[in-house]
Nanobody, 116 residues
Framework: QVQLVESGGGLVQPGGSLRLSCAAS????????MGWYRQAPGKERELVAT???????NYADAVKGRFTISRDSAKNTVYLQMNSLKAEDTAVYYC??????????WGQGTQVTVSS
């Protein structure tokens, strides 16, 4: 089974930037969607951004214009560049992979804290 390894979380001040990375343990040749979700304390997990293997990207309204998702197929890695961070972006961020075969995999999560 494919495994996802995330990195890049941490503590940042409001207005700052972070970049999250998520590497898959092997190449995925079937059509797939890689993305990021987040879960704040006391709230449900929500979609942040997704990137289809065909190139289409999707963003939650709350992050449009501030976050950018990108993929490096050669490295089996998806990135989330987060700029102009706000306190309400504080959450555990999870990488997600959905394959056209029906398989869905989650990463272990990485904490992002935006605070002065």
């Amino acid at each position: 089974q494919v495994q996802l390894v995330e990195s890049g979380g941490g503590l940042v001040q409001p207005g700052g930037s972070l970049r999250l990375s998520c590497a898959a343990s092997r190449s995925i040749f079937s059509p797939n969607v890689m993305g990021w979700y987040r879960q704040a304390p006391g709230k449900e997990r929500e979609l942040v951004a997704t990137s289809r293997s065909g190139g289409i990207r999707n963003y939650a309204d709350a992050v449009k214009g501030r976050f950018t998702i990108s993929r490096d197929s050669a490295k089996n890695t998806v990135y989330l560049q987060m700029n102009s961070l706000k306190a309400e972006d504080t959450a555990v961020y999870y990488c997600n992979l959905q394959i056209s075969t029906g398989e869905q995999i989650w990463g272990q999560g990485t904490q992002v804290t935006v605070s002065s």
